[in-house]
């Protein structure tokens, strides 16, 4: 859910990123790449209805919470400055 969130992805392209990129297959715990899907899309939908509408929207607003910060973050960091050279 968070790779899907974001990425900004619907479900099929979630599986499809994942599958693609080993960096996600390593964030997901697996040890070594494998080159077929890890799971079906639908496994998405069978999560949102366990979780819930209310708990969907507060995961939701925690990652969006987390962009802002790390957005906001990398906007404020200042640039090195030599002040030997001139």
Do not use: C
Not at 12 to 19: D, F, G, K, L, S
Not at 23 to 39: A, C
Not at 49 to 59: N, S
Not at 60 to 72: C, L, M, P, S
Request: charged share 35%.
């Amino acid at each position: 859910m968070i790779i899907k969130h974001m990425l900004n992805l619907d479900d099929r392209e979630t599986v499809a990123q994942i599958t693609e990129n080993m960096y996600l297959q390593y964030f997901l715990g697996y040890s070594s790449y494998i080159k077929r899907p890890p799971f079906d899309a639908s496994l998405f939908v069978d999560i949102r209805k366990r979780l819930g509408d209310e708990l969907i929207a507060e995961m939701n607003d925690k990652i969006h919470e987390f962009a802002q910060d790390k957005t906001v973050k990398k906007k404020i960091r200042p640039l090195p400055v030599r002040m030997d050279l001139k």
